[in-house]
């Protein structure tokens, strides 16, 4: 456990790209915006990023879906090849850090009789490909002997869900009522998720490529179950100066290379990296996740804090709990 942290907070250690979760290429230049027809809505005149470039709030969805369609099938060789297998620790602390322990209503005396189990249900979203899904329920599983526990994996690209489905295939949790793929969006999820519905909501990797992060922490607000738990695991902003510089350096001239060799697609990876620099630094975001409504520790990061970094904030845990 001890060499774990370690290396979690190792500032030697190299970045990933990821996440169950990034999402869309742009290989061509917005269209320029020209006066609607009769009949015709008008172009949204709001503005978002899409790595260093500004367009239109309304193309980002496209642009990313094409980053997440180019990657899917090669994402987790150029994780593992880019962080050297470093990402599966990040993903194994932050999946042990939002379920510590089992939920207290699970905590029944064998003699009782329960006509009803209760489920703990848990929302991962932008985690097509399962990591932190198959995580979880791994964890319920082993460390708690548990598996009255279910998982709705949200994300809005049809490629991404097609590896994670490819991945539960071979393994206990297939075609039970454990795992399940949604095709959704972040800041609007599917209308059968109701009102206070959720115990866990986790998001890792994902949220940075969404238009709005206030929209999706309100809606991640909405379905919580009051006392419900969010985690958000994202690239965060590196605290050493020195350390920072050469991450950025690396980031910007080695992993786009890497992503042509092993994937094919410098493109896309480039604005992997562009979107980290783009994403809020881990006060700025601890902000948002409160004035979503949710209570967090105090402004300042480790225990206590609103937010936990890994390796030298390369990564960085934000968490909240519905209130």
């Not at 959704?184 to 109701?194: E, K």
């Not at 225990?303 to 519905?322: L, S």
């Amino acid at each position: 456990m001890a060499a774990t942290k370690s290396l979690l907070r190792s500032t030697r250690a190299f970045p990933c790209i990821t996440s169950s979760h990034v999402r869309y290429i742009a290989t061509s230049v917005p269209r320029k915006e020209s006066k609607p027809t009769p009949g015709q809505t008008a172009p949204s005149s709001k503005t978002t990023h899409f790595g260093f470039r500004e367009i239109p709030e309304d193309q980002k969805e496209t642009l990313v879906g094409g980053v997440f369609s180019s990657v899917a099938s090669s994402y987790d060789l150029m994780n593992d090849s880019m962080s050297l297998g470093i990402h599966r620790l990040w993903k194994d602390s932050f999946v042990s850090s939002m379920l510590p322990r089992l939920p207290p209503s699970f905590h029944r005396n064998p003699s009782d009789t329960v006509t009803e189990k209760p489920v703990f249900k848990c929302l991962d979203v932008a985690g097509g490909t399962g990591d932190i899904a198959l995580r979880i329920l791994d964890r319920a599983k082993d460390k708690f002997a548990c598996r009255d526990i279910e998982v709705e994996i949200v994300d809005l690209n049809e490629g991404m869900l097609n590896e994670g489905r490819k991945r539960v295939a071979k393994t206990m949790y297939y075609n039970t009522p454990q795992i399940k793929f949604t095709h959704g969006n972040a800041q609007h999820l599917p209308s059968h998720i109701a009102d206070n519905s959720i115990d866990l909501y986790t998001i890792a990797f994902g949220i940075r490529n969404c238009t709005s992060l206030p929209a999706v922490l309100s809606e991640a607000y909405r379905v919580l179950k009051p006392g419900g738990k969010i985690g958000v695991l994202e690239f965060g902003k590196v605290t050493n100066p020195l350390f920072r510089e050469i991450y950025r350096q690396y980031s910007f001239q080695f992993i786009p290379v890497m992503g042509k060799i092993l994937a094919g697609d410098s493109e896309s990876y480039q604005y992997l990296i562009e979107s980290i620099e783009r994403f809020p630094s881990q006060p700025e975001f601890a902000k948002l996740v409160q004035e979503a409504g949710f209570k967090t520790g105090q402004m300042r990061e480790g225990r206590g804090g609103a937010w936990t970094d890994y390796t030298n904030g390369i990564a960085t845990v934000w968490t909240g709990v519905k209130v």
